[in-house]
């Protein structure tokens, strides 16, 4: 069993920049693909981030500019910035897990309990 | 970007009922589909994998179909845990995208 514990403020200023941590417990860490997705209030899932076991990584061209996703394989965790926050960054959001396999990599099979950052003065 | 809409977007219906749920994408995915199931408050739950595998512990009365650009969910007999959003989502090719959601309800 994996287990996912999402981490970070719960509010963030206009302008600064939001980072969230997500530590992994259970089996082994690196042979997986990682990813962040958010959800803002009342809304559907958007995925933002992604990193695989080797350090690749990919993101969400409607944030690209403002995202950096990091691995520390050695302490089990992965980590999130987004840059220049708006209220429109306002949202829930998730770690979560994917396959072993290259194909298997977008499909998320264990997730965070979520994180509700609020962007707000 | 892949593009995907669902239908419906909302649908009630009694515990017992056989629901089918429509997922499209707006251009070939083979079957690099997932889906979720979110209740209110918490984390997606992953259901279906390549359209039609069931992921391990998930109740065989959910079942996936499709390949390309059309995709369906079924839950043979709704059962009252059920109630909740489901989601599809593509992982052919990045940014992975989710559809809008359908929400089912109990009529």
């Known amino acids: 069993q994996v287990l996912l514990q999402d981490s970070g403020p719960r509010l963030v200023q206009p302008s600064e920049t939001l980072s969230l941590t997500c530590t992994v417990s259970?089996?082994?860490?690196?042979?997986?693909?990682w990813s962040w997705i958010r959800q803002a209030p009342g809304k559907g899932l958007e995925w933002i981030a992604y990193i695989s076991d080797s350090g690749i990584t990919e993101y969400n061209p409607s944030l690209n500019s403002r995202l950096t996703i990091s691995v520390d394989s050695s302490k089990r965790l992965f980590s999130l910035k987004l840059s220049s926050v708006t209220p429109a960054d306002t949202a829930v959001y998730y770690c979560a897990k994917g396959g072993v396999s290259h194909y298997a990599r977008g499909y998320f099979d264990h997730w965070g309990q979520g994180i509700l950052v609020t962007v707000s003065s | 970007d892949i593009q995907m809409t669902q239908s419906p977007s909302s649908l009630s219906a009694s515990v017992g009922d056989r629901v089918t749920i429509t997922c499209r994408a707006s251009?070939?995915?083979?079957?690099?589909l997932a889906w979720y199931q979110q209740k209110p408050g918490k984390a997606p739950k992953f259901l279906i994998y390549g359209a039609s595998s069931l992921q391990s512990g998930v109740p065989s009365r959910f079942s996936g179909s499709g390949s390309g650009t059309d995709f369906t969910l079924t839950i043979s007999s709704l059962q009252p845990e059920d109630f909740a959003t489901y989601y599809c989502?593509?992982?052919?090719?990045?940014?992975?995208?989710f559809g809008p959601g359908t929400k089912v309800d109990i009529k």
């Open positions: 251009q070939d995915v083979i079957t690099r």
């Open positions: 259970g089996r082994s860490f690196s042979l997986y693909h």
């Open positions: 989502q593509q992982s052919y090719s990045f940014p992975f995208t």
